[in-house]
């Protein structure tokens, strides 16, 4: 990548849920720490952020930390600096380092949306002009307010993507399967 580095968004990583939905499907182990094709789900997300060449966060689990929004302000927080944020849940095993790039040195806009046939994914890109707002998020609603607030003031841009790894997550047994299925085909 041949953007200076200190112009990139920095990737925030959640990796603080506490991935209920997973247990209640059967998961013995949580979701982040579950095998995809032998290699732990966060793992696959850590690796497609290292190859993005983006700087990156990762939020870890944390009693001060209960819940999304939370997770969120500690990683702004924690990067204060940053000249914006990518907001990528730690469950998203499938997503590729492109698709973080291409988010990441999108068109300047308040709110930046990832799209895969019409459904919205992760990514989010925030501008630092969000941070305070960021910064304010507390319990399990993650950034969607400031995303709708946007929106209100048409400062959110959508970019169709070519990823299904955007919009395919880990919150079941289910969801792990198959994701293990497509890789398989792939």
């Not at 966060?42 to 990762?58: I, K, N, R, T």
């Not at 939020?59 to 927080?77: N, Q, T």
């Not at 940053?82 to 308040?110: F, K, N, V, Y």
């Not at 995303?147 to 997550?169: F, I, K, L, N, P």
Request: charged share 20%; aromatic share 4%.
């Amino acid at each position: 990548m041949s953007a200076d580095p200190k112009a990139l968004p920095v990737v925030i990583v959640l990796a603080a849920g506490r991935g209920e939905r997973f247990a209640a499907s059967g998961g013995q182990v949580h979701k982040l720490e579950a095998l995809l094709a032998g290699k732990r789900v966060l793992d696959h997300v850590l690796a497609a952020v290292q190859a993005s060449g983006l700087p990156s966060y990762v939020v870890h689990a944390d009693a001060s930390r209960p819940g999304m929004g939370d997770s969120i302000a500690a990683g702004v927080r924690a990067t204060a600096d940053a000249p914006g944020w990518l907001i990528l849940p730690g469950d998203l095993p499938l997503l590729r380092s492109e698709t973080l790039r291409a988010i990441a040195l999108a068109p300047p806009a308040a709110v930046t949306l990832p799209q895969y046939q019409g459904q919205r994914g992760h990514p989010v890109r925030f501008a630092a002009a969000c941070g305070p707002q960021l910064l304010e998020l507390k319990g399990n609603q993650g950034a969607a307010q400031i995303v709708r607030a946007q929106a209100a003031m048409h400062s959110v841009a959508v970019m169709e993507v070519d990823d299904r790894g955007c919009v395919t997550d880990i919150d079941t047994l289910d969801d792990l399967l198959r994701a293990e299925q497509w890789l398989a085909q792939q």
